[in-house]
């Protein structure tokens, strides 16, 4: 039964392999009271594979290095308690899907690095000095959740848009950095326009707001209502508003 206490030993079912390919081994681990899978994963390299690749660095859900994908489910590997599994059941633990493996538990996720890097960075007022920057708690509190991010990438690892198809990678930023483009739009002090850069350039129009990044944020962020609707929601009054539209026409240079 799940929540039983006491130690036990548990079938666990880990990927083995590199670039080149690999498969699914299967191991017998002691579990005790209160432990995690990552706890589980690092007995396993300290008493049968002292060659298991695997990420991870805090071990308390902050870092955002453990994610993996553990039942098919991508999870951070240090917040999943054992005793949430059935002591009889084969727990599997996979690398993200959406990433290329490097070795093992361990993929290559520079494509979010290199998503975050395209983003134009806060751009405050020509004008406006550091120290001189003026904001009320009302004006930031709805971007502030967004700040919760730990960098895990479930959320990019588990969207259909590129976990599914590679060839949407240049196209789509993924929900983590819509998010950050939405934050950046909502900012008070940010004087850049996002709206046609983030449908334009980062594929906002990809995302048909499945919500399923949402549903394995770990910080619990509401990604889809909260970043990319009301971003969906910015670019369509910019695109449909008809006085915006009449502007842009009587106006564009
Ligand atoms: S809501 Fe959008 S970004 Fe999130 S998983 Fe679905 S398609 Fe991807
Ligand atoms: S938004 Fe949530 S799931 Fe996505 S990278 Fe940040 S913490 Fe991880
Ligand atoms: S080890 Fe840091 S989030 Fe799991």
């Given at each position: 039964?799940?929540?039983?206490?006491?130690?036990y030993?548990?079938?666990?079912?880990?990927?083995?392999?590199?670039d080149?390919?690999?498969?699914?081994?299967?191991?017998?681990?002691?579990?005790n009271?209160?432990?995690?899978?990552?706890?589980?994963?690092h007995?396993?390299?300290?008493?049968?594979?002292?060659?298991?690749?695997?990420?991870?660095?805090?071990?308390?859900?902050?870092?955002?290095?453990?994610?993996?994908?553990?039942?098919?489910?991508?999870?951070?590997?240090?917040?999943?308690?054992?005793?949430?599994?059935?002591?009889?059941?084969?727990?599997?633990?996979?690398?993200?899907?959406?990433?290329?493996?490097?070795?093992?538990?361990v993929?290559?996720v520079?494509?979010?690095?290199?998503?975050?890097?395209?983003?134009?960075?806060?751009?405050?007022?020509?004008?406006?000095?550091?120290?001189?920057?003026?904001?009320?708690?009302?004006?930031?509190?709805?971007?502030?959740?967004?700040?919760k991010?730990?960098?895990?990438?479930?959320?990019?690892?588990?969207?259909?848009?590129?976990?599914d198809?590679?060839e949407?990678k240049?196209?789509?930023?993924?929900?983590?950095?819509?998010?950050?483009i939405?934050?950046?739009?909502?900012?008070?002090?940010?004087?850049l326009?996002?709206?046609?850069?983030?449908?334009d350039?980062f594929?906002?129009?990809?995302?048909?707001?499945?919500?399923?990044c949402?549903?394995?944020?770990?910080?619990?962020?509401?990604?889809?209502?909260?970043a990319?609707?009301?971003?969906?929601?910015?670019?369509?009054?910019?695109?449909?508003?008809?006085i915006?539209?009449?502007?842009?026409?009587?106006?564009?240079?």
């Open positions: 039964m799940a929540g039983a206490t006491g130690t030993n548990a079938n666990l079912r880990v990927w083995r392999g590199d080149t390919g690999g498969g699914l081994q299967d191991y017998t681990v002691e579990v009271d209160g432990e995690v899978v990552l706890d589980i994963i007995r396993l390299q300290a008493t049968q594979t002292p060659d298991l690749a695997v990420r991870w660095n805090c071990k308390a859900g902050k870092c955002g290095s453990c994610s993996a994908e553990i039942n098919g489910r991508p999870r951070l590997m240090c917040m999943t308690r054992m005793s949430t599994f059935d002591p009889s059941e084969t727990v599997t633990v996979t690398p993200l899907r959406t990433f290329p493996v490097m070795r093992d538990l993929t290559d520079s494509f979010n690095y290199e998503k975050a890097r395209q983003i134009p960075s806060f751009t405050p007022p020509k004008d406006l000095q550091p120290g001189e920057y003026r904001m009320q708690q009302q004006d930031v509190e709805r971007s502030q959740e967004f700040r991010c730990i960098e895990c990438f479930l959320c990019q690892n588990v969207c259909h848009v590129v976990r198809h590679e949407n240049e196209a789509f930023a993924g929900p983590r950095f819509h998010m950050r939405a934050e950046l739009d909502m900012h008070p002090l940010d004087v326009d996002r709206k046609d850069m983030a449908q350039e594929g906002l129009g990809y995302c048909n707001i499945t919500k399923c949402t549903e394995v944020c770990p910080e619990n962020i509401k990604i889809t209502d909260n990319l609707i009301p971003m969906k929601e910015r670019v369509a009054d910019r695109k449909y508003d008809p915006v539209w009449l502007g842009n026409k009587l106006f564009r240079r």
